[in-house]
């Protein structure tokens, strides 16, 4: 199973760092992982709403250069469907069963997804009805992906 963790913009922040390598490091045992950052786009405070928008295009025309032919694409949207950690797990392993090998998931920048990251995404998946920032939603995501491998596994982890 190859996963990629596709995401705008760097992590700023040695403890997030740290974090996102450990489960990188714990995810090893049941996947291959990459992940793959573009360039934000600089956006100065009181944007217009076509300005956002403008913002979200030119990020997600990076991301969508980036995802691979055939690749199942789950995109992080606060619009997006809930799951529990088993839930997760199960829509997860039924990916694999229908023959997916690669799975893609998107975490966008301060201003979101376009509608065109939107809309490639086979699933929309939502974390919270709450906002998150982006670098922290990617250790977030990586700790609930290996949690989602153990659930598979029958393997003990913490509730």
């Known amino acids: 199973m190859n996963i990629d963790i596709l995401t705008v913009g760097k992590i700023k922040g ?30 100065p405070e009181n944007l217009s709403d076509k300005e956002m928008e403008m913002i979200k295009d030119r990020e997600g025309d990076k991301l969508l250069s980036k995802i691979p032919s055939g ?13 529990s950690s088993e839930a997760l797990s199960a829509k997860l392993n039924d990916i694999m069963v229908e023959g997916n090998s ?17 809309r490639r995404a086979d ?18 995501l990586l700790e609930q992906i290996y949690r989602a491998f153990r659930i598979m596994r029958n393997e003990p982890y913490h509730k």
């Open 102 to 118: 690669h799975i893609v998931f998107i975490i966008g920048g301060s201003l979101g997804l376009s509608k065109e990251v939107l």
């Open 71 to 83: 690749a199942f694409v789950v995109a992080l949207a606060i619009e997006g469907k809930q799951l």
């Open 14 to 43: 040695n403890y997030l760092n740290e974090g996102i390598k450990e489960y990188g490091k714990r995810l090893s045992r049941y996947c291959s992982l990459d992940i793959i950052e573009v360039d934000d786009e600089k956006a």
């Open 123 to 140: 699933l929309k998946l939502s974390f919270s009805r709450m906002t998150f920032p982006h670098q922290l939603m990617r250790m977030i």
